[in-house]
Every structure is written in C-alpha cells, then in structure tokens.
C-alpha cells in the first residue's frame, strides 16, 4: 500500500532506547490511530497508527495501517496505482476480502485472508494493489518492516505463505513471521521479527511466552482486550516495552475477540521516512523521488495495471530534526 498523503511527513527515527532486562509489570502505552483516505472523496479510509509523534517504530515495524470492514460498494475499495518504494519490506494481511498485487518483479498475485504476501524492495521496487471484483468487504493491515542497512540495497523480492492455524488453550494463532507458541513462520526477514493474528475465545485468559528482547505492538481489530492488564479498544495499538517473559491477553467479553501482534527488538540504526522511501539520510530520499519521477530503471514498471502511476508528491523545503522514540519512563 502507498502513503497517498499529500504532505507526507519525513521522519528520523531512532533505536528506542529501552533496555531488556525483565520487570515484574510489563509497561503498556496505549496509541490511538489517525484516519487517512486513500484517494478522493468517496475514498476507503484506513486507520494509521504507525509512525506517530509518540511512537515511531515498534522493533523494525515503521508502519501500520488498519482497514475495514470496508463496503466497497459505497467507496469503490482499494485501488491504489504503481508506486515505488525502498529500504523496506511491505507486508499484506487480510481478514476479509481479495487484494490483486502487482510488482516489478512481475508478480501477479492475490492477496487473501489467512494468506501472508511480502514483497522486499531494498533498493527500489514498485507495485500496485486494487481490490477484486469479487470483493464486497475489505478489512485487513498493511505493514511495513524497515531494513537494517546492511540489507537496505538488497535486491528485489516476493514471498507468498499460508501459516498453519495453532490452536493454545484460549485462543487461536496464525503466525506470519518469526515463532509463537509453535507457530513458525519460513518467510525471511533481515531482523528478528514477530507477526501473528491471535483471536480469543469469550472470556478467555491467554499467556504467551514471548522473547525479553522484544518490543511488542497489539493491534486491536475486534472486541475490547487487555493486554498485560491494560484495557485496549477497538483500533488501539499497545506498546509493551521489552523485558518480558510472558506476554498475557484478555477478552473479557462473550463474543470472540481478534488482533495483531507485532514484535521484534528495538531497531538500533536511524531511518528517514518520507512517502514510500525508508533512507538514512535527507539526501537519500531526494534522490529516490527523483529516480521515481524520471521512469528510472531502479523501481522497474509494473505490468497489467489499467491507469497511470502515482506521482511523487512535493518535498519539503526543509530537513527536520531527527525523531526519536521516547525515553522510558522509570
């Protein structure tokens, strides 16, 4: 998916400085999404909860989107032209619905529940996705993983992976990247990563046992929970700094519950963010814009999609200040 603000913010982000030594009360900072359309006036809204000024990444997740359920009959779905992006992985996640993907590498794929796509575009790729005519509801994340500089050049990438359901007393597991609970995910990443859509039995109590060196993001999608005893709506995402052992979900409620956890440890490099780049520096990303916008060879074209590309918005007439994570709290 593409960032299609306008005026998209750019960003320095820092490592969190959080350290990993275990505490007896995981710490839970509850962070509430802003809604951001995608496209005209008749167009699907999603819910983005990362970056924002109080947190900018969670491990090397540097983006979140939320979506839906969305009935595409009244604001025509998704469809979202070729554009490029670097330095970063994109990852699709659906409840609900069909997504068409389209890339550089020549992909052609479908995008559908339960079903994880991750395209990799080191140094440059582009792609486009639109909804299905099948489609009536669309509901489901998009996220995007930055790479360590090491990998930020890499090469061109598409993997596709149906996770096995795991069931654990309470509730059920799909994990899509990295293990939890027996879960295991063969797709690679550059840094250590967990992804996997938990839904909660009514009234159920869930620990899991979770890496101390993470960082983890809970991203509500339906019901209410709490998370490490911190209650959590509907399109919230709780942060839980690292330091735990055990990770514990609640639905108090009857009726089944769902979300998203995220997780890996803190990121150490700074990035930039702007558009759809990931950079380390200013320079970086004017350079990336301008490759974009004289058709160059470094995103490749994308093949099938009736319309035209997206183009690059403006850049800012200034570069900001690095963004850091807050400090923690004591």
């Known amino acids: 998916m593409s960032n299609v603000e306008t005026r998209p913010a750019e960003l320095r982000c820092g490592a969190s ?6 505490t007896r009360t995981p710490r839970v900072e509850v962070l509430q999404a ?34 839906g359920p969305d009935d595409v009959t009244r604001t025509g779905g998704m469809d979202v032209a070729p554009h ?18 389209r890339d550089s590498l020549g992909t052609h794929a479908l995008v559908r529940p339960g079903e994880l796509n991750l ?8 792609h486009s ?29 598409f993997a596709h992976h149906v996770p096995r359901p795991v069931r654990v007393d309470g509730a059920e597991l799909r994990v899509f990247l990295g293990s939890l609970a027996g879960g295991t995910s063969p797709v690679r990443t550059f840094t250590p990563l967990l992804g996997a859509e938990i839904t909660l039995d009514p009234r159920a109590v869930v620990p899991l046992a979770v890496d101390p060196a993470f960082e983890h993001g809970v991203l509500v999608d339906r019901g209410e929970l709490r998370v490490a005893g911190t209650p959590l709506q509907r399109t919230r995402l709780g942060h839980v700094h690292p330091g735990i052992t055990t990770l ?3 639905n108090d409620s009857g009726e ?60 800012p007439h200034v570069t ?8 923690p709290r004591p």
Do not use: K
């Not at 996705?129 to 061109?156: C, D, I």
């Open 34 to 67: 802003r809604d951001v359309p995608l496209g005209g006036p008749r167009a699907m809204t999603v819910r983005r909860t990362l970056p924002q000024r109080a947190r900018t990444l969670i491990g090397a997740w540097c983006f979140a989107d939320h979506y």
């Open 119 to 126: 395209m990799t575009g080191g140094h440059g790729i582009s």
């Open 248 to 250: 514990t979900l609640a």
């Open 256 to 315: 089944p519950a769902r979300a998203v956890l995220l997780g890996g440890p803190p990121f150490p490099e700074e990035i930039v963010m702007w558009w759809n780049f990931v950079g380390r520096s200013h320079e970086d990303i004017v350079r990336a814009r301008a490759d974009w916008e004289a058709h160059s060879d470094r995103f490749g074209a994308v093949r099938g999609y009736a319309g035209d590309r997206l183009p690059a918005p403006a850049l």
């Open 129 to 157: 996705e639109v909804s299905t005519p099948q489609t009536t509801v669309l509901h489901g994340v998009q996220l995007w993983v930055a790479l360590p500089g090491e990998h930020r050049a890499t090469g061109r990438a």
């Open 320 to 327: 900001i200040t690095p963004r850091r994570n807050p400090p």
């Open 84 to 101: 490029p992006h670097t330095g970063l992985q994109t990852v699709s996640w659906l409840f609900g619905g069909e997504i068409e993907h």
């Open 17 to 22: 400085p959080d350290g990993t030594a275990p």
